[in-house]
Nanobody, 124 residues
Framework: QVQMVESGGGSVQAGGSLRLSCAVS????????LGWFRQRPGKEREEVAVISTDGTWTEYSDSVKGRFTISRFNAQNTMFLQMSSLKPEDTAMYYCAAFGTFSRTSKSGSVRTWGQGTQVTVSS
């Protein structure tokens, strides 16, 4: 069964940190670009960070650049999002995803598999 399962969400005060994990089963992540998305209350889902198959290339949205770090551990079919200096506006449901196709030029792609999401709440 193909699954992406997030964990590590929770409640934290502004300025704090959280580390999200995404465990993948049913397919090997080695061949896919991976990403983290989030959906803030009342907003559309947005791309937060993307990482290449070998982890040497990453891309971040302007709102999280310098504060969040995406990483992957192909041998364990797992990916991570280290979030630091969290702000109340980072409050959202966070989703991991595997891209079926991704273009570095347009910095966008087609997601083939989504996780179910994990809630992050940052209080001021």
């Amino acid at each position: 069964q193909v699954q992406m399962v997030e964990s590590g969400g929770g409640s934290v005060q502004a300025g704090g940190s959280l580390r999200l994990s995404c465990a993948v089963s049913g397919f090997t992540i080695t061949y896919y670009y991976l990403g983290w998305f989030r959906q803030r209350p009342g907003k559309e889902r947005e791309e937060v960070a993307v990482i290449s198959t070998d982890g040497t290339w990453t891309e971040y949205s302007d709102s999280v650049k310098g504060r969040f770090t995406i990483s992957r551990f192909n041998a364990q079919n797992t990916m991570f999002l280290q979030m630091s200096s969290l702000k109340p506006e980072d409050t959202a449901m966070y989703y991991c995803a595997a891209f079926g196709t991704f273009s570095r030029t347009s910095k966008s792609g087609s997601v083939r598999t989504w996780g179910q999401g994990t809630q992050v709440t940052v209080s001021s």
